[in-house]
């Protein structure tokens, strides 16, 4: 038996943890895993899609970068 190419809805709430659609997309945006909109409201999920998204380095938000000295600092002068 071949693997679908999509993920399962078991296998999206799992990824997001998330029941309704609306919240299920929020959460795959905020790890940068592309969706589509099925007419039905429900989102569908490239299965390589998802696993090309997730197992490339998470970006970096500038303000938590260190520094070039290695510090980090909490506030911005």
Known sequence: ???????????????????????????????????????DGTLLVGRQAAERAL????PVEPSLQAAANGLRWSRVA
Do not use: F, G, W
């Not at 799992?14 to 007419?39: D, E, G």
């Open 1 to 39: 038996m071949s693997t679908p190419l999509h993920l399962s809805d078991d296998e999206l709430l799992s990824l997001t943890h998330r029941r309704r659609p609306s919240a299920q997309a929020r959460a795959l945006k905020a790890m940068a895993v592309p969706y589509r909109l099925r007419p």
């Open 55 to 58: 197992s490339a380095p998470a």
